[in-house]
């Protein structure tokens, strides 16, 4: 799912291309984009574009008369520039704003529809979209640590959990807490005063730098390689492969459709995790060092 850097560079160059223009046409391809009845689709046609802003992870399109439209793209929605007249992918396109300069469509690749847009008016009607998290960039030491604490999560849920924080999904949770050298796991009112201010710096540094970097990768053309897995990430998705600083083999936590990345000895001083499933299947026989590990799976070849 497309986090805060990626949100952040997508609401720009959207920005760019449609503030000051007049809505053409919205073309809705899917008949599972579209949640909301009132205000109608058509009642956006000939406003003019406002502002594009990030609400969460989610991006708002605010046109005269006060109406928004509110796109999430969930994991698998990525917004495109098309110009005037090129033709729309025939499966996987969801909708299609027609601007005079040229198209934003959104695609969503595979077989669920998960990506959303809400047509709303009104800002009181926004607000309902807004799970609530602060801005991460916007805090200071002592407003992050207050919120970080206020109640006894894990960091992985802390950070990811948009009704604390927003806009820091799974991928890039990951980098943040291998930057700080914190457990995934650790609880957070657990943590010293230390370890709350490596979390903060890191956050601060890890957002920075990715939105920075996504930004210099595309220029002025419009932001398309959006994806939560990139070569030169410290953890996420490089299950098994050796961390960057001290070449042990990255692990990895399972749950759901989802897992948590991270280096047992940067991390959690050489200690292995406990996977949910695993660790359930295993139980006592659960191995819990990387010497242990290795020998399980000699045992199992």
Not at 192 to 209: G, N, S, V
Not at 217 to 242: L, N
Not at 259 to 274: D, F, I, R
């Amino acid at each position: 799912m497309p986090e805060f850097p990626d949100v952040e560079v997508y609401v720009e160059h959207v920005a760019q291309r449609v503030v000051g223009e007049a809505l053409v046409r919205m073309q809705l391809t899917s008949p599972f984009i579209l949640r909301t009845v009132e205000p109608p689709a058509s009642a956006f046609e000939g406003q003019v574009v406002r502002e594009v802003r990030r609400l969460g992870k989610r991006i708002v399109l605010g046109f005269d008369d006060e109406l928004f439209a509110v796109i999430h793209l969930m994991i698998a929605g990525r917004l495109h520039w098309l110009p005037v007249g090129a033709k729309l992918h025939k499966t996987r396109t969801q909708f299609a704003f027609h601007f005079e300069p040229g198209v934003l469509q959104l695609t969503e690749a595979g077989k669920k529809r998960r990506a959303s847009l809400h047509l709303v008016r009104g800002e009181a009607a926004l607000e309902d979209h807004d799970p609530g998290g602060l801005e991460p960039l916007a805090l200071d030491r002592a407003g992050f640590g207050e919120r970080l604490t206020a109640r006894n999560h894990t960091l992985k849920r802390a950070l990811t959990d948009p009704r604390i924080f927003s806009g820091i999904g799974n991928a890039y949770s990951d980098e943040i807490l291998f930057v700080a050298r914190l457990s995934p796991l650790r609880q957070t009112q657990k943590l010293d005063a230390a370890e709350i201010d490596r979390l903060f710096e890191a956050t601060q540094a890890e957002l920075i730098r990715w939105r920075d970097k996504l930004r210099e990768e595309s220029g002025d053309q419009f932001i398309e390689k959006v994806t939560a897995f990139r070569p030169d990430m410290y953890t996420h998705g490089r299950y098994e492969q050796p961390c960057r600083v001290c070449a042990t083999a990255i692990q990895r936590i399972k749950y759901a459709d989802k897992e948590t990345n991270y280096c047992p000895k940067c991390q959690n001083q050489g200690k292995l995790l406990a996977d949910r499933g695993l660790s359930r299947l295993l139980k006592k026989d659960w191995p819990k060092t990387l010497d242990e590990l290795e020998a399980y799976k000699r045992e199992r070849r």
